[in-house]
């Protein structure tokens, strides 16, 4: 792994820290002190990374999804970290003002997925076809706008609160659903479609 690598990776891991640490905290989970998350996820993510890596030296596309995946959970507990403080200085937990909440705060993850992916996780620096992939980026990002906050919608609207659940935790639980079927499908569209240019080169980016 480069220092960048390194770096990148205690980031991330200090974002997820501190969007976890406030979803946490609205949800009034308190199992253990927020402070904690700030030490235990940049370990845990390094040595995952570093794992992965050495992985990819016999099959490069793990490192790369390995890479994904630490965006991905930094783009996931953005975006429930946004949408729960959307919820809490509103107090509307489900209805429309849901839907728009986790469409804000979808959006924003998006932003932030799009810098990381970009400059991190599939390594494209050029900018002469900027216009073509930021194009191809947002028609992905929209498709998965959709399906993140529709599958959301679902769980939280039409399928309603389960087992005693309070109406807060399951709009957190629906938005972390839509979220992961959100993932799933930019992944697939970034590497594809998005970046495909360089993904024949990514071995040269995993030394």
Known sequence: MKKKDI????ILSEIIAVFLGFVLAVNKFNVFPIWFLFIILPILAIIANFIAYFIGKKIPVIFQLAKYLTVGMANTVVDLGILSLLILVSGIAQGIAFS??????FIIAVVHSYFWNKHWTFGTVKVTKMKQEFSQFFIISVIGFVINVGAASVV??????RFGVSKELWATVG??????????WNYLGYKLIVFKEKNGEQPSNLS
């Open 156 to 161: 939280v609207n039409i399928i309603g609160p």
């Open 7 to 10: 770096l990148f990776v205690f």
């Open 100 to 105: 728009i909440f986790k469409g804000i705060s």
């Open 175 to 184: 938005a972390a659903i839509g979220s992961v079927a959100g993932l799933a």
